[in-house]
């Protein structure tokens, strides 16, 4: 419990909003993992907070590739003629550039502006940009 606080500061510092509860879930189970590996001849706070900070930023890389690996794509797609919404995706993916495109599928994930910047790996300004562009190219659609 004494490090509960710093759990939840490393979420809100590498943005996993999205995933909290997994992320505190994780974060927990390697804090109790890390205790049993200490030795006697660090600080253990030190100690605990160092390797919890490199073990979010593996979890943030995770979440990463896992969200490039299931992220939308054509071959994804069912076409129905009776399903407009695809036909209008293959369309804008056809109009848009692969930055615009991402954010569209995040968008449609339900994903917010600091989440997409975090899996991206882009300004959050940057983000903002890409959206403004594609509602741009999207608007005729």
Request: aromatic share 16%; net charge negative.
């Amino acid at each position: 419990m004494q490090y509960d606080r710093y759990i939840h500061y490393l979420i809100h510092k590498y943005k996993l909003y999205y995933d909290a509860e997994d992320a505190y879930q994780q974060l927990s189970i390697d804090l109790y993992l890390l205790t049993l590996k200490y030795d006697d001849t660090k600080d253990f706070d030190q100690y605990i907070k160092y390797q919890l900070n490199f073990k979010a930023i593996d979890y943030t890389r995770k979440t990463v590739k896992y969200y490039e690996r299931h992220m939308l794509s054509d071959k994804h797609i069912e076409i129905s003629k009776e399903d407009d919404d695809s036909l209008w995706l293959i369309d804008a993916h056809h109009l848009l550039n692969e930055y615009e495109y991402t954010w569209l599928n995040y968008a449609l994930q339900g994903l917010s502006v600091q989440q997409m910047s975090q899996l991206m790996n882009k300004s959050e300004s940057s983000i903002k940009g890409y959206r403004q562009n594609a509602r741009l190219k999207l608007k005729p659609l």
